[in-house]
């Protein structure tokens, strides 16, 4: 699922997440800002599910579709 990285991992950190989903941490925080992804506060870390990932990743095909 994740190239170069552990993917029964539950939670992502902002670096892993980027790179899931190949984009930059930059676009990513900017992504996360704007609540345009799913994202968790644990403490004063942010983590990124991975199911909800994608979950969003399979929202954004079915738009693309219709």
Known sequence: MYPNDRTDQLLLTPRQAAQALQVSERKLWSM????????????R??????????????????????
Request: hydrophobic share 35%; glycine share 6%.
């Open 32 to 43: 996360k800002a704007s609540g345009e992804i799913p994202y968790l506060i644990l403490g």
């Open 45 to 66: 870390s942010v983590r990124y599910p991975a199911a909800n990932l994608q979950q969003w990743i399979e929202e954004r095909m079915k738009e693309e579709r219709q």
